[in-house]
Nanobody
């Protein structure tokens, strides 16, 4: 089993910053990528940012230049969110992709609420 523990969500004013973190533990066999998705009320879950085990990031157009994803050797992924906008309000989910014998396995965190409001 793989466990993901998220932290760092909360309420912030427009233009503010938050940093999310997600620590992975358990049976981490071959880590392929870690990242963040978000889901606003009434909308589908969407990719925010991901980073491969080799350190290559990928960002949604809506957050490019404002959000930065990073990962450390302890299998913790971070999402630094700057210049936050009300439309960034959503539940943010950590995602881990593991690979074994040619197959990919996705694991999800419990989600953390980010609210951007004045």
């Amino acid at each position: 089993q793989v466990q993901l523990v998220e932290s760092g969500g909360g309420l912030v004013q427009p233009g503010g910053s938050l940093r999310l973190s997600c620590a992975a533990s358990g049976r981490i066999f071959q880590l392929s990528a870690m990242g963040w998705y978000r889901q606003a009320p009434g909308q589908d879950r969407e990719l925010v940012a991901s980073i491969t085990s080799g350190g290559s990031p990928n960002y949604a157009n809506a957050v490019k230049g404002r959000f930065t994803a990073s990962m450390d050797n302890s299998k913790t992924v971070y999402l630094q969110m700057n210049s936050l906008k009300p439309e960034d309000t959503a539940v943010y989910y950590c995602n881990v992709v593991l690979r074994r014998l040619g197959l990919s396995y996705n694991y999800w965190g419990q989600g953390t609420q980010v609210t951007v409001s004045s």
